[in-house]
């Protein structure tokens, strides 16, 4: 059976999804407020942050692996992070709402990034499904 494309669109949001890899790998060396992986709507920091981090950044890699190889692992794990950031997200808003840390942020972060996070992590998984066929 031939090798099949696994199109642009995939390719590209594999692309932000290996983008946000090296971004969580560098979490742990970030010496400025603000910036920690946040986990399960909690924002991070010293010892959680340098352990968490790497781990999601390796999840991440595993998972852009998959989709760029086409494999039928990379379905489970884009469901499994998808669902995650959508959690994460609303148990951020809830936790730090009107404290500092919303604060910290403009609103041209704030009103979009939901928008991305959600998009790019829903769209590579709704893809890989509608090409599950093609997955080996």
Do not use: C
């Not at 692309?15 to 090296?22: G, N």
């Not at 499994?80 to 604060?103: E, K, P």
């Amino acid at each position: 059976m031939p090798e099949k494309s696994r199109g642009a669109a995939l390719t590209i949001l594999a692309m932000l999804l290996a983008l946000m890899a090296i971004s969580n790998f560098g979490k742990p060396f970030a010496h400025h407020a603000g910036v920690g992986f946040v986990f399960f709507g909690m924002r991070l920091s010293g010892f959680a942050n340098m352990i968490v981090a790497p781990i999601f950044g390796i999840l991440l890699v595993a998972y852009v692996y998959g989709i760029f190889a086409m494999r039928k692992f990379a379905l489970p794990l884009g469901i499994f992070y998808a669902a995650y950031v959508i959690v994460n997200m609303a148990l951020f808003l809830v936790r730090y709402h009107g404290t500092a840390v919303m604060q910290e942020h403009s609103w041209a972060y704030l009103v979009p990034y939901p928008f991305v996070a959600i998009g790019v992590s829903s769209g590579a998984a709704w893809l890989l499904y509608r090409r599950r066929a093609d997955l080996r």
